[in-house]
């Protein structure tokens, strides 16, 4: 079945720094998506993307979906303490394209900590 | 906003009991799915319906079933609970009649098997 390489998957970094991460995988999405999960909360939905090449901003957030179809980052830009937490990437390929319900691929997460 | 809930978010049950986790969703959502999380393992779908009384496998279906009576509610049955059933479980929905509808989760039922 399809993968998603999510890296890096810890990230230790300072208040104020800025955070990219990203996704790849051997297959093509037609969606992709971020999450962020706080301790104990399922997980929230933050960017969705489209179409291919699309860049879309989310506050301090900017998420990008590669031309290729393969690959996806999420940028976050000066860091805050409730940042922290874990980021997942999703790669959706549709009903349509033959997907199904369960088309749907998760990154393993990238576990953001920032030091004060 | 889209809001499901699960109905509980901890619970502690003994070897051998049978379990249910409950899942509402307020959207009229055609989709709805069952995850655990598991660390290291990430999260793996269990089960999931694209319709009322319709149910198909995910990637880990042994020892689970589901039921789905209503459109806005999906439960999660544990026969017969096991420890290595121990964990974080997830419900999702989404919209059936869009190519690419994201998920919307719950907060989660952190399940515990003693």
């Known amino acids: 079945g399809q993968q998603l390489n999510q890296s890096p998957q810890s990230m230790f970094i300072q208040e104020g720094e800025d955070v990219s991460m990203n996704c790849t995988s051997s297959s093509i999405f037609n969606t992709w998506l971020w999450y962020k999960q706080d301790p104990g909360e399922g997980p929230v939905l933050l960017i969705a993307?489209?179409?291919?090449?699309e860049l879309t901003s989310n506050g301090r957030l900017t998420a990008q979906f590669g031309i290729t179809r393969k690959d996806s980052f999420l940028n976050i830009s000066a860091s805050i303490p409730s940042d922290v937490g874990i980021y997942f990437c999703a790669g959706q390929l549709g009903w349509y394209s033959g997907g199904g319900a369960d088309g749907l691929t998760f990154g393993k997460g990238t576990h953001l900590i920032i030091q004060p | 906003d889209v809001k499901v809930t699960q109905s509980s978010r901890y619970l502690v049950k003994r070897t051998g009991e049978k379990v249910f986790l409950e899942c509402v969703q307020d959207m009229d959502h055609e989709n709805m799915f069952w995850y655990r999380q598991d660390p290291g393992l990430g999260l793996r779908l269990i089960y999931f319906?694209?319709?009322?009384?319709?149910?198909e496998k995910g990637d880990i279906p042994e020892g689970y079933s589901v039921s789905r009576e209503k459109k806005e509610r999906f439960s999660l049955i544990l026969e017969s609970a096991s420890t290595n059933q121990t964990s974080m479980y997830l419900c999702a929905s989404s919209l059936g009649d869009r190519e690419n509808s994201p998920l919307h989760f719950g907060n989660g039922t952190r399940l515990t098997v003693t």
């Open positions: 993307l489209y179409k291919a090449g």
């Open positions: 319906s694209y319709d009322v009384k319709m149910k």
